[in-house]
Structure formats: structure tokens, C-alpha cells
């Protein structure tokens, strides 16, 4: 079991990586915004829409080749950051 779970978290690590740091820092980005502006930044539910809607959007990245996947990523997560300033 300890090893089925290493050998996961090193396939994570070796080809998503890119995807998970992308989802964690805009979950992060949107978490300091809503609690910059609506004080209620704990709240369950945004969180979950939030983490729904990056993960459907990191999905997308999945159709591209792996050596263009980063391009992809920055992209979004530049346009993402000049959406919420």
C-alpha cells in the first residue's frame, strides 16, 4: 500500500506537476483575494466552485504535448492574475 502510494505520487511529481502547481497557486490567488475583499474567505463553498473550475481548466491542458503544457499554464495564470486586479 506504502509503495502503490509512493509510485502515485511519483508519477504526479515526474508528468503533472506543472498542473498541480497551477491549480494550488490560483486556489491560493483566489483565497488572498476573497479575503481581501469580502472578509469570508473560508467559506466552503467558493473554495470548492473554485478548485472545480481549475481542475476542469488544467484538464485542458492534457490535450496539449507535454513541452507546450507550461506555455499553457503561465498563459492562464498571467490572464487569471490581470482578471483579478
Known amino acids: 500500500m506504502k509503495k502503490k ?9 515526474e508528468d503533472y506537476l506543472f498542473e ?3 491549480v494550488f497557486s490560483n486556489l491560493l490567488n483566489d483565497l488572498i483575494l476573497r479575503i481581501v475583499t469580502v472578509r469570508n474567505g473560508f ?4 473554495i470548492l466552485m473554485e478548485l472545480f473550475f ?4 488544467s ?3 492534457l490535450a496539449f504535448k507535454k ?5 499553457f499554464f ?11 486586479i
Open 5 to 13: 502510494l509512493k509510485n502515485i505520487l511519483k508519477k504526479i511529481k
Open 43 to 46: 467559506s466552503p463553498a467558493p
Open 54 to 57: 481549475l481542475t476542469n481548466i
Open 74 to 84: 503561465i498563459t492562464l495564470s498571467v490572464l487569471f492574475n490581470v482578471i483579478c
Open 20 to 22: 498541480v502547481i497551477f
Open 67 to 71: 513541452e507546450s503544457r507550461p506555455k
Open 59 to 61: 484538464l485542458i491542458g
